[in-house]
């Protein structure tokens, strides 16, 4: 609940308790109409006869009495209301409070929840990891045993070269040079 609610309810906790110190005056106003009353009654002689002052003062106090009695009526019923009011604000305050307690575990434990879920995606992907590269594998070594059988099944074409009847020899071989000897010199040199 907020600050606000706790002055609400702070509130209504303080007009209750001025509901009841009034309805105790009212109670002891009452009290006294009624003793007054008594004692007029009583201490009336015997005669049937009342004076006029006797009999307004009586209805006075009656209708005192009766407006007394309404005001006490409604500020017990007022009472109960608010009684009512607050053990219902009460009553939220407790749920409130346990919701709340629970929300609070709930966030505390969440972080842990949701470690476990990423180490189990993170397991199966694993798997599948592990499985696709095993698989790989297999194909790669599936694939290198193909291409060595293509290649010792497949004969090499054989290159016909051309027959050259042998030429007359020159006597000078610097004119004549060969592509292999010209390398051999080339090497030589650099070295």
């Known amino acids: 609940m907020s600050q606000a609610d706790n002055l609400t309810s702070l509130d209504l906790q303080e007009q209750v308790l001025h509901l009841h110190h009034q309805l105790q005056m009212r109670d002891q106003l009452v009290q006294q109409l009624s003793e007054e009353l008594f004692r ?12 006029e002052t006797d009999s307004q003062t009586m209805q006075s106090l009656q209708r005192q009495f009766q407006v007394v009695k309404q005001q006490l009526a409604l500020h017990r019923e007022e009472i109960a209301k608010r009684n009512a009011e607050i053990a219902h604000l009460r009553q939220s305050l407790e749920e409130l409070s346990a919701r709340n307690s629970l929300l609070e575990e709930a966030m505390q434990e969440l972080p842990e929840v ?75 040199e650099d070295g």
Do not use: W
């Open 114 to 188: 949701y470690r476990q879920r990423f180490a189990e995606r993170l397991r199966t992907v694993r798997q599948k990891l592990f499985m696709l590269q095993q698989e790989n594998h297999q194909l790669h070594a599936r694939l290198q045993n193909a291409n060595y059988g293509l290649a010792i099944k497949t004969p090499y074409p054989k290159v016909e070269l051309p027959n050259f009847s042998s030429p007359t020899r020159c006597s000078d071989e610097d004119n004549f040079s060969h592509p292999s000897t010209s390398i051999e010199r080339a090497s030589l």
């Open 40 to 51: 007029l009654i009583r201490d009336q002689p015997g005669s049937t006869q009342e004076s």
